[in-house]
């Protein structure tokens, strides 16, 4: 069993080590990671009006929440680690924004003050039965959840998550894992949430250059559409309601 303390620690340790290079740790920099981002935001955003309340789970540097702020939507968004949050906080001047350090499974806020709350490869650096019981308790009646992560059935994250050495030599934190989808499915069972539905998506590396793009991309998303094939995709979109 991990350590709570521990584990924060760690992920508040992880963001001063690679506070000046997080997002090409994250893959986000590369020809395909930029077009696997475009993706992501379009599934974390869509949802979104200028009505909404929203909580943003691990905001990092600011990279989703940039986005966030478009929808002129009310935005809180967190992080543990006081590294991260200062470029975010640099990056994004917006009076629809706040910034706060928090741990997303002991929150600051009231009950029911969200109608959504939405993060970007977070879920699997946390405690997620006690965020999920916080994300719970935040949201308003028919609020929603949005999550990209990673899936544990893809044979490529599968080493990346459970091998030390290779966990380390790819700048994941010590406590990081991923999720197999049912799983995930029923732990928000057991959290009282409704509406759930998760798929797998992504077979498009962040390592592939740029020349093999053309190529890849229609392929991977014919792969993406292969029954069975298509579960060992490299990340889980979650979304569920209250």
Not at 4 to 33: F, L, S, Y
């Amino acid at each position: 069993m991990i350590n709570d303390e521990n584990r924060i620690k760690n992920e508040i340790d992880h963001g001063a080590k690679i506070k000046d290079n997080a997002e090409n740790v994250w893959n986000w920099n590369t020809h395909a990671g930029k077009i696997r981002w475009k993706r992501r935001i379009r599934l974390l955003t869509a949802h979104l009006n200028p009505k909404m309340c929203v909580l943003e789970i691990g905001c990092g540097t600011g990279l989703l929440t940039k986005e966030l702020q478009n929808s002129n939507a009310a935005v809180n968004a967190i992080d543990i680690s006081p590294d991260l949050l200062d470029i975010a906080k640099k990056r994004i001047n917006s009076k629809n924004v706040k910034f706060n350090l928090d741990n997303a499974y002991d929150l600051s806020f009231e009950d029911e003050s969200f109608d959504t709350v939405i993060g970007s490869s977070i879920l699997h650096h946390l405690n997620i039965k006690k965020a999920l019981a916080e994300f719970y308790r935040v949201l308003r009646p028919g609020g929603t959840i949005y999550f990209t992560e990673p899936n544990m059935l893809n044979p490529i994250i599968a080493v990346q998550k459970n091998i030390p050495f290779i966990k380390k030599l790819m700048g994941d934190t010590p406590d990081e894992t991923a999720f197999i989808k049912w799983k995930i499915i029923g732990l928000l069972k057991k959290h009282k949430f409704k509406n759930i539905e998760v798929t797998s998506f992504d077979f498009l590396h962040p390592s592939l250059p740029k020349f093999s793009l053309p190529i890849m991309i229609p392929f991977t998303n014919f792969l993406e559409k292969f029954p069975l094939v298509s579960e060992i995709a490299g990340s889980l979109y979650i979304k569920s309601k209250k």
